[in-house]
């Protein structure tokens, strides 16, 4: 009686050969001779009782039975090699792949890393910042630094730290010919926004921050817009204008005088950091640990305070 399934090989060498469209393109993917391909596939044929190819001097062309089974085994073989690196990522062996929003990595976590390398050095870890939202299931990340609004029903997330924002900018600011001494004098000044939509949704803009420090008559519509506060912050360091930003990414910067809070003024945000995997993956020894010490290092930050929690 024949098999309920046909042999693995054969699978493999038919969808490598119907997604490159060749044998010879195949044979070179899984690293065995054209020949080796194309008795694959007739055993394949065979096992089934229909061709899946049609066969012309220099070409290969699916039939329909062929294009109609070739999408179910791509998918597969994409769960499995998705299973394989699964199994895989609970080896502590393996890096810890974490992937954070640019300035969040850059600003604050890359600066702490050694703390935890210190603590687990067994643990090396991966760092990707990226505003692209982590594919879990395909690209190998264990575990994210998320900034939007939540809830993530469908992962296991935790709030890090409210994007409180407010003005900062490059001390030599102060020795301009208008000098910040209240908040109408930033009408002398370029403010520098961020695209809060194109990041990560609606946030506090100038707007809303002039209006409510009672300057709402200043014109805020000109200097330049950029796509993320890592690159209002890196143009209010160079002196390039004052930034409406995120105080908590900032006071390293804050602390060094690298930059200054002209006024006290702080508006709160329904945007949070947020750490985040799948359910699964807080199974995994590197996980729990980065997480433990990540919250405890947001928490202990003398930039947050205790209405932050």
Known sequence: MRSALPPLNALRAFEAAGRLGSMNAAA???SVTPAAISHQIKT???HFGFALFYRDIRAIRLTDRGTALLPYL????????QGC??????DDDTPLVISSAPVFA????????????AIHPDITVRLDGSLSIANFAGDGVDAAVRFGAGPYSSLHAEQL??????????PALLDDEHPLLSPKDLAYHTLIHVDWLAAAGMQPDWSMWLKTAGAGD???SGGPVLTSDSLAVEAALSGGGVALVSEFLVRQDLEAGRLIKPFDLVLPSNHWY??????ENMNQRKVRAFRDWLVTAVRECPAIGDAAF
Do not use: Q, Y
Not at 74 to 81: F, H, R
Not at 274 to 279: D, I
């Open 28 to 30: 070179d993917e899984l």
């Open 44 to 46: 394949l044929e065979e």
């Open 74 to 81: 791509t998918d597969g073989m994409s769960l499995w090699k």
């Open 85 to 90: 690196n699964k199994v895989a990522s609970f």
């Open 106 to 117: 850059g600003k604050w976590l890359v600066r702490r890393l050694a703390d935890f390398n």
């Open 161 to 170: 730290v409210n994007e409180d924002v407010t003005p900062v900018c490059s």
């Open 218 to 220: 200043i014109d805020c």
């Open 274 to 279: 947020w750490f985040v995997c799948p359910h």
